[in-house]
């Protein structure tokens, strides 16, 4: 990978990660000016990773205005969360009969995380964490590539949900009790009961 191209793609996480954690909220105007002042480079890379971006929903540009932050539309999320709810049965009848000891103790570890976190920007990665934990072990790798790919957008929406929250403490009871009817074996209990969790939140983002 050539020098120019490696600058393009640091360029372009970073911005990633500012909009994702909404450093850079949606609507704010992300000038060329200022991103190649802090990576002193040209503005010629820092176009790139912009049209980059643009291809990916990040960014949008306005006519004689400039860069902008793109709104994760309302629309857009409907259509992600039907996606990501037709995914989570198929993921979970394969990942729970895999999970072990470790799986337990690593998703008790970001739950008591959350529980204690008072940072919103970090909350939704945390929530990202423990959806790995109990996807993963599907090994169903192009599934959990489109379930990546759907979070990234989403956790802009759960970020700003949980910033909305954070004068509230972060309650794991919901994720305790589905860890623990996979414990004891009940598999399609679990997974019916982590739906419905997961219908309560998207109506609760939703409003």
Same mark, same amino acid.
């Given at each position: 990978?050539?020098?120019?191209?490696?600058?393009?793609?640091?360029?372009?996480?970073?911005?990633?990660?500012?909009?994702?954690?909404?450093? #850079?909220?949606?609507?704010?105007?992300?000038?060329?000016?200022?991103?190649?002042?802090?990576?002193?480079?040209?503005?010629?890379?820092?176009? +790139?990773?912009?049209?980059?971006?643009?291809?990916?929903? /990040?960014?949008?540009?306005?006519?004689?205005?400039?860069?902008?932050?793109?709104?994760?539309?309302? +629309?857009?999320?409907?259509?992600?969360?039907?996606? /990501?709810?037709?995914?989570?049965?198929?993921?979970?009848?394969?990942?729970?009969?895999?999970?072990?000891?470790?799986?337990? +103790?690593?998703? +008790? #570890?970001?739950?008591?995380?959350?529980?204690?976190?008072?940072?919103?920007?970090?909350?939704?990665?945390?929530?990202?964490?423990?959806?790995?934990?109990? /996807?993963?072990?599907?090994?169903?790798? /192009?599934?959990?590539?489109?379930?990546?790919?759907?979070?990234?957008?989403?956790?802009?929406?759960?970020?700003?949900?949980?910033?909305?929250?954070?004068?509230?403490?972060?309650?794991?009871?919901?994720?305790?009790?589905?860890?623990?009817?996979?414990?004891?074996?009940?598999?399609?209990?679990?997974?019916?009961?982590?739906?419905?969790?997961?219908?309560?939140?998207?109506?609760?983002?939703?409003?």
């Amino acid at each position: 990978m050539n020098k120019g191209r490696t600058t393009v793609n640091k360029i372009a996480k970073f911005l990633r990660q500012e909009i994702t954690y909404s450093r #850079l909220k949606s609507g704010q105007h992300v000038k060329e000016a200022d991103i190649s002042k802090k990576f002193n480079v040209s503005r010629v890379p820092v176009r +790139e990773a912009f049209r980059i971006l643009q291809s990916e929903g /990040y960014l949008e540009v306005r006519h004689n205005k400039g860069c902008f932050v793109k709104k994760v539309s309302d +629309e857009l999320f409907i259509q992600t969360s039907i996606v /990501y709810r037709l995914l989570v049965p198929v993921l979970l009848e394969k990942a729970i009969p895999r999970y072990n000891k470790k799986t337990y +103790e690593k998703a +008790e #570890l970001i739950l008591t995380k959350l529980e204690k976190s008072r940072d919103f920007y970090k909350s939704g990665y945390l929530q990202w964490d423990f959806a790995k934990v109990i /996807y993963y072990p599907s090994n169903m790798k /192009y599934l959990l590539g489109v379930f990546d790919d759907m979070y990234r957008l989403s956790i802009r929406l759960l970020n700003e949900f949980f910033e909305n929250k954070e004068h509230e403490e972060f309650k794991a009871t919901s994720h305790r009790h589905f860890m623990e009817l996979c414990r004891k074996k009940r598999k399609e209990e679990a997974i019916s009961y982590w739906i419905d969790f997961i219908d309560k939140i998207i109506a609760q983002i939703m409003h």
